[in-house]
């Protein structure tokens, strides 16, 4: 089982809809959690890092939590615009040895 | 202050044949990480330099090798090339720590024919 799994796989919304990406994950403690956005063939850029003890960060129209009780951590892109149409990766840096878990990443879609 | 660089951006090479991609991290980076990116799948974790030692190594053969200089220059080779290391070659810079922010360069397409 993967350490870090997201939902859905891929999505498609309309332009100025608002849509959710869920990651949840099963290894603990963690350093941060981070959610970068990536596009179709580029580098991941970061858009939020949030530690272990924090369960809200926003960055603009996103908006990451973490619930540490459930595992869970979500982005949430408000008024969606057609720029946003790209993979979203969810990552753990882990506290002991310096290493990431990156999750497979949700593919975004915004159609006009 | 200039970002994360790769050399080269595109390159075609034959199976068999070795290949070297080189990576210029942010200026006072002292971390850089190389991952491999295949059409569809998520980032898959190479190594990890820091101050020119291999901290963290992914599950990768042999084959893939690193390096890391003394100015936090890295270089990443891929000896006998096979079909299957075809993909997008990323690499990633940061202060080190564990809060800090990774930056990543643009990435170097590798083909393999």
């Known amino acids: 089982k993967n350490q870090v799994e997201q939902s859905p796989q891929s999505l498609i919304i309309l332009e100025g809809k608002n849509c959710t990406l869920q990651c949840n994950y099963t290894v603990s403690p963690f350093s941060n959690l981070r959610w970068y956005k990536q596009d179709t063939g580029r580098g991941p850029v970061s858009l939020t890092i949030?530690?272990?003890s924090e369960n809200t960060k926003s960055n603009g129209r996103y908006t990451a939590t973490l619930d540490a009780d459930t595992k869970q951590s979500s982005l949430h892109i408000t008024a969606s615009q057609l720029s946003d149409s790209a993979s979203y990766i969810c990552v753990l840096h882990m506290d002991s040895n310096y290493q990431l878990i990156w999750g497979a990443g949700t593919k975004l879609i915004i159609k006009p | 202050k200039a970002g994360v660089t790769q050399t080269p951006r595109y390159l075609i090479k034959t199976r068999g044949q070795q290949v070297t991609l080189s990576c210029s991290p942010i200026s006072g980076h002292r971390s850089v990480s190389w991952y491999q990116q295949t059409p569809g799948q998520g980032l898959q974790f190479l190594f990890e330099?820091?101050?020119?030692?291999?901290?963290n190594k992914g599950n990768f053969p042999g084959r893939f090798s690193g390096r890391q200089f003394s100015n936090s220059r890295s270089e990443m080779n891929v000896s006998t090339l096979e079909l299957g290391d075809s993909a997008l070659y990323l690499c990633?810079?940061?202060?080190?720590?564990?809060?800090?922010?990774?930056?990543f360069g643009p990435g170097t397409r590798l083909t393999v024919t």
């Open positions: 949030m530690t272990f």
């Open positions: 330099y820091f101050s020119e030692t291999q901290r």
């Open positions: 990633a810079s940061s202060r080190g720590g564990a809060n800090y922010e990774q930056y």
